[in-house]
């Protein structure tokens, strides 16, 4: 007999579900490879008191992932909101922000930046304005001390499920342990059920807030391989361009040494930041 449950907690190919009455039931993949994503809806099937096997995954809403040439890495699914975790010290990369924003405005996500670490307040102004190019394209930011005021960013979670995405060092797990106080308790009791010393930042965790507002935990980032997308999907993840593309001359302009190209006019009239349409170009590069 199949059951229906949540995976709150993806580690290689051993997951948790939550099945209806609200007990976890450690769970395996049928088959040799695995899509499922914390987040992901399953239909499992048990096979034992302590054990069960995922059947097949229900339609998904969303997935967020990155890639590379050889593999993919899925951080979460079916998600409203992605919380960008960056922080005034250590210093954070604006291509990995860039590439974040790719990836979650390529599945329609919504994106909060937040920026950690603000009682560091003589490190506040760079960082605020490395993040200006973000803000003036709509992206919201937060700023916030996660050990003193974690509380704040609250507000922004309320009925949304939200996925926490940044690079190491960051604070989110700070985030985490003040916005959810048994985190260390629920993350121990998962790597139980997963026999492993593994904790919060190897493996994806999904934690409720409340009955509407759920919180997951993805591990820290380095890099954000987008080779998933194609050239259209890539255009259309930057905001900026938006309203410039199908005006080139060419049909397949590549925004590069076409003539009449319109985004480059654009950038010319600096109506788009430089850094941005660099990361663009190195994206388009990776993925041709």
Same mark, same amino acid.
């Given at each position: 007999m199949k059951d229906s449950g949540l995976v709150i907690a993806a580690?290689?190919?051993?997951?948790?579900? @939550?099945?209806?009455?609200?007990?976890?039931?450690?769970?395996?993949?049928?088959? !040799? !490879?695995? @899509? &499922?994503?914390?987040?992901?809806?399953?239909?499992?099937?048990?096979?034992?008191?302590?054990?069960?096997?995922?059947?097949?995954?229900?339609?998904?809403?969303?997935?967020?992932?990155?890639?590379? @040439?050889?593999?993919? !890495?899925? &951080?979460?699914?079916?998600?409203?909101?992605?919380?960008?975790?960056?922080?005034t010290e250590p210093a954070f990369s604006d291509e990995l922000v860039t590439r974040t924003l790719v990836a979650a405005e390529s599945q329609d996500i919504d994106v909060l930046i937040v920026l950690n670490k603000c009682d560091l307040e003589d490190r506040v102004p760079a960082a605020r304005q490395r993040l200006q190019i973000f803000a003036s394209l709509g992206y919201p930011v937060v700023e916030l001390c996660a050990r003193a005021h974690a509380e704040d960013l609250r507000l922004h979670l309320a009925g949304r499920t939200s996925v926490l995405v940044g690079q190491s060092g960051m604070g989110k797990s700070t985030l985490v342990n003040a916005l959810v106080p048994e985190a260390n308790a629920a993350t121990r009791e998962i790597s139980a059920a997963l026999d492993s010393g593994k904790h919060t930042t190897t493996h994806a965790c999904l934690y409720h807030l409340d009955g509407s507002s759920h919180l997951i935990d993805s591990p820290g980032l380095q890099e954000f391989g987008l080779a998933h997308l194609d050239r259209d999907g890539l255009e259309h993840a930057f905001r900026e361009f938006r309203p410039y593309?199908?005006?080139?001359?060419?049909?397949?302009?590549?925004?590069?040494? @076409?003539?009449?190209?319109?985004?480059?006019?654009?950038?010319?009239?600096?109506r788009m930041d430089e850094r941005r349409f660099a990361a663009y170009r190195r994206i388009a590069a990776e993925i041709a």
């Open positions: 580690h290689g190919r051993q997951y948790v579900v @939550e099945q209806a009455d609200g007990s976890t039931l450690p769970c395996f993949p049928r088959g !040799k !490879k695995s @899509e &499922i994503a914390c987040g992901d809806r399953v239909d499992f099937r048990p096979t034992a008191a302590d054990q069960g096997v995922i059947e097949a995954i229900q339609p998904r809403r969303n997935l967020l992932y990155r890639s590379n @040439e050889y593999r993919q !890495k899925l &951080i979460a699914a079916n998600v409203d909101q992605v919380v960008l975790v960056v922080a593309l199908g005006q080139c001359r060419f049909r397949d302009c590549r925004h590069d040494r @076409e003539p009449d190209c319109a985004l480059r006019l654009a950038l010319a009239e600096r």
